[in-house]
Antibody
Framework: EVQLVESGGGLVQPGGSLRLSCSAS????????MNWVRQAPGKGLEWVSH????????YYANSVKGRFTISRDNAKNSLSLQMDGLRAEDAAVYYCATGVWFRFPDWGQGTLVTVSS | QSVLTQPASVSGSPGQSITISCTGT?????????VSWYQHHPGKAPKFIIF???KRPSGISDRFSGSKSGNTASLTISGLQADDEADYYCCAYLGTWVFGGGTKLTVL
């Protein structure tokens, strides 16, 4: 059974940094693309970032480009999102999700990021 | 505001059918079939229910079906059940990915 477990969320001040992690199990992690998707309070889903299976190809949404960095460690079955220069509008539940042929088959339960002074 | 337009809400009674539309442009929904749909119960992980506009992943009830015509993709849920009450999102690949604004389904 595919399991994706996010961690690292919390309260951070505007301008601060936070590092999210996603621990994967139940599948061959190194074979799958991975993504971060977020949902701000009262808003819809927003795709944030994508990394290819071997880590060579990375994409970001314009809203986070230059501030967020996605990475993965296939030896540890782990996905990360380094978030710097956080803004109030980055407050959201962040989900990690697998990627297969332009779709997101599996999702974690999410981790909450709150940006407030 | 998303480039994919969904109705904010739809409703139906148990046993009825409803359809949720997802309207894009000739540059996204209209140019390929890489449209997927997700069911999201608040507080839970989103669930993948349709891919490539019309295909159902294994384990998803055949009450869920997808279609596409021109620049609009649609999700139809037949035989509505109470547990279908959730938010539904379309998603299209445009070089990167974009979600529709979401549709809240209320089962009356």
């Amino acid at each position: 059974e595919v399991q994706l477990v996010e961690s690292g969320g919390g309260l951070v001040q505007p301008g601060g940094s936070l590092r999210l992690s996603c621990s994967a199990s139940g599948f061959t992690f190194s074979h799958f693309e991975m993504n971060w998707v977020r949902q701000a309070p009262g808003k819809g889903l927003e795709w944030v970032s994508h990394v290819s299976a071997n880590g060579d190809t990375i994409y970001y949404a314009n809203s986070v480009k230059g501030r967020f960095t996605i990475s993965r460690d296939n030896a540890k079955n782990s996905l990360s999102l380094q978030m710097d220069g956080l803004r109030a509008e980055d407050a959201a539940v962040y989900y990690c999700a697998t990627g297969v042929w332009f779709r997101f088959p599996d999702w974690g339960q999410g981790t909450l990021v709150t940006v407030s002074s | 505001q998303s480039v994919l337009t969904q109705p904010a809400s739809v409703s139906g009674s148990p046993g009825q059918s409803i359809t949720i539309s997802c309207t894009g442009t000739t540059f996204d929904v209209g140019s390929h079939n890489f449209v997927s749909w997700y069911q999201h119960h608040p507080g839970k992980a989103p669930k993948f229910i349709i891919f490539e506009a019309t295909k159902r992943p294994s384990g998803i009830s055949d009450r869920f079906s997808g279609s596409k015509s021109g620049n609009t993709a649609s999700l139809t849920i037949s035989g509505l059940q109470a547990d279908d009450e959730a938010d539904y999102y379309c998603c299209a690949y445009l070089g990167t990915w974009v979600f529709g604004g979401g549709t809240k389904l209320t089962v009356l």
